[in-house]
């Protein structure tokens, strides 16, 4: 038995000195030579459907972590379902109806095809596009290190296998998550500052309003007069599924306001409420709460950090032609 644990060991530890290893492959400036214009059509890109739908900026951060947590990031998160094969992961529950921007991706890519046909991967553009959306909505800016390919398999079925954290976990539950990313503790907790921007739909957190548990019909850490706006905005749950902002102060700005929320009880999720509410991650919280510009520094740093996950480089993968098939 020892030895079985101390060979799958040397295994998961032998694949991550790969994918660190693959990772430093990536670099600021990748396209500089071969497509210098790349990063600036993205933005524009990303500025144009910014500044008819701020929502989108929330869609393309979101994006990306989902395309980087599953498979890495290698923008399988935008390949299309084909008929006969199972479903891709842009069709999972988890992303389908909620995700959004894949109309900024389509224009970035086409346009980006123009200029440099065959050279700049889906996953690097759906990267900087994220970057661009942290900019745009909370003028938190950062290189990007690029030279992502693009993966060649999607599956549905991959997608909610420990890889995408449902709303539902608890502080450690994500922690465990975030680690078996190579993400830290602190990270996890400077990354979910995300939800500053964005919706959440009511049935995500609709088990925290009524029936939550054998002792309390109401979880308990919602301050109840946010409990109460909440059910108002849900309404009778009639057939449709509202949302309501991640953030209720900020809610198109990309800040720390988030943070203040979950002192006061006002975390939409159980996912958001829990940082708070647990010791293992309270004083992170607080932290980011009372610091600003060190949490945007940080969620910079983060970002970063978790678009390296997985990556395919070198000669890995392809360059799609088109980000929603194969070539």
């Known amino acids: 038995m020892g030895s079985k644990f101390a060979a799958l060991m040397l295994i998961l530890g032998c694949l991550l000195l790969i994918s660190s290893a693959k990772s430093q492959e990536l670099k600021v400036g990748f396209y500089d030579e071969t497509c210098p214009h790349a990063e600036e059509i993205v933005r524009e890109a990303v500025n144009k459907f910014v500044s008819i739908n701020s929502g989108l900026a929330a869609g393309l951060i979101r994006m990306h972590f989902h395309d980087c947590f599953v498979r890495g990031c290698d923008g399988s998160l935008l390949l299309d379902s084909v008929p006969g094969q199972p479903l891709a992961e842009k069709d999972n529950v988890a992303n389908n109806p909620s ?10 890519k086409a346009r980006v095809e123009e200029a440099c046909p065959k050279t700049v991967s889906c996953a690097d553009i759906l990267a900087f596009a994220a970057r ?12 990007v290190p690029s030279g992502r390919r693009d993966g060649r398999i999607s599956l549905s079925d991959e997608v909610l296998q420990g890889n995408i954290p449902p709303p539902s976990l608890s502080a450690a539950q994500l922690r465990d998550n975030f680690n078996n990313k190579g ?9 979910s500052g995300s939800h500053s921007i964005g919706v959440s739909h009511c049935s995500a957190f609709s088990s925290r309003l009524s029936g939550f548990n054998a002792t309390f019909d109401q979880d308990p850490s919602l301050h109840p007069g946010f409990a109460a706006s909440l059910r108002t905005s849900c309404g009778s749950g009639s057939g449709s599924d509202p949302f309501v902002f991640n953030d209720f102060q900020t809610p198109t700005v ?3 306001k988030y943070y203040g929320n979950l002192i006061h009880g006002k975390g939409v999720l159980n996912s958001d409420q829990t940082l708070f509410d647990s010791s293992l991650t309270r004083e992170l919280v607080v932290g980011n709460a009372q610091y600003g510009s060190v949490w945007a520094q940080n969620f910079a740093a983060a970002m970063i950090k978790m678009g390296k996950i997985g990556v395919l480089t070198g000669k890995e993968g392809e360059i799609r032609k088109n980000c929603r098939c194969v070539n």
């Open 183 to 191: 993400l830290s503790l602190d990270e996890m907790v400077t990354l």
């Open 132 to 143: 661009d959306s942290s900019l745009t909505a909370g003028y938190i800016g950062y290189g």
């Open 254 to 256: 990309l800040d720390n």
């Open 99 to 108: 995700l959004r921007g894949f109309e900024v991706i389509d224009e970035a």
